[in-house]
């Protein structure tokens, strides 16, 4: 059912931790499935994503995704990282069963959400990054109902 790379990723996970004074810190959930991610960036001067860590409480494919995203992001400028879509998670995973879909997303949402706290303490627009929606506090609100 699941790729190599994804029970590689799954079972090693890269990144995972917490930086401290990130530049940027993004946290998203999915209402359905009540699975967490949490990205944190750390940005140099030139605007380089120089670290990335991952903390997620969640499926084994939210797991996978997100430590593949944190590999995929390193190193790149905030647009480069905009363009670490699901789908280029997905296929650098070679791949995840429909069911498993949303769990890429999740790693998409919480990469964009992590550039969106960076360029709003820094005053930054940048085109095409967009205020999370599906973010922590829209959960716990539904957990609330
Ligand atoms: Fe929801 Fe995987 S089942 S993130």
Excluded at 11 to 34: D, L
Excluded at 62 to 67: E, L
Aim: glycine share 8%.
């Amino acid at each position: 059912m699941y790729s190599e790379k994804v029970m590689d990723h799954f079972k090693n996970p890269r990144n995972m931790g917490e930086i401290e004074n990130a530049s940027g810190v993004g946290t998203v959930g999915n209402a359905k499935c009540g699975d967490i991610m949490r990205m944190y960036l750390d940005i140099d001067e030139n605007g380089i994503i120089r670290d990335c860590k991952f903390k997620t409480f969640g499926c084994g494919a939210a797991v996978a995704t997100s430590s593949m995203a944190t590999e995929l992001v390193k190193g790149k400028t905030i647009k480069e990282a905009l363009e670490v879509t699901n789908k280029a998670v997905m296929e650098a995973l070679d791949g995840l069963p429909p069911v498993k879909v949303h769990c890429s997303l999740l790693a998409e949402q919480a990469i964009h959400a992590a550039l969106w706290d960076y360029c709003e303490k820094h005053n930054i627009k940048i085109d095409g990054l967009e205020k999370p929606v599906n973010d922590i506090e829209e959960l716990e609100e539904d957990e609330d109902e």
